[in-house]
């Protein structure tokens, strides 16, 4: 093997562990994360979970997400999590607008009341599916959740997060690209274990 060509073998050594290093970089971003400082959860024993905002173009996109994020809460074991319709009905009769992703503190405290919570989930999903960059395609999820106090009507935590369902390497390889649904799955997991621990 000559010089030429064991220069070559080294560039491209080079250029496979800095692409290596960048897909790690991308991929392993978490969830900007804050919990009141003062903030006792242990009062909490049940939420409701507020019509999430759709600001994305995937029509339904905030039901499949707050499907996931009821799952979630529950799996924790920590909350109990109020049936959506129930919720929606007594948020209509207090006067709240409908897929806003957020209510008023006289509605949160008579909804509140009405529904037995100590604390409502409100948010938005901000992308849900398919991004393209050049030639490329692949899934994206961005969520904002927010735990707020049902009398004090203080944010408890909030967190928002956004996922690629594919690495530079993917994008180069055409390897590991999951779905929107998969990704919506771990990352509300990611967001919770900043709120309950990992």
Known sequence: MNGKQMNNISCIKQTVFLLAVLSLFYSCAGPMSYIHPTADLTYI?????????????????????????????????????????EVDKVLREEGAKKKEGVISKSIAERAGKRLNVQAFIVGAVEEYGVSRAGSSAY???????????VKSYKILWEATHNVKGATILDRLFGIGKKSSSDLCRELIEEMFDTLFGG
């Open 45 to 85: 024993k049940t939420v409701a979970i507020v019509p999430l905002k759709n600001l994305t173009k995937e029509n339904e996109a905030e039901g499949k997400v707050m499907n996931v994020v009821a799952a979630e809460v529950l799996r924790r074991g920590v909350f109990d999590v109020v049936e959506f319709g």
């Open 139 to 149: 899934p994206e999820v961005s969520i904002t959740l927010k735990l707020i106090d």
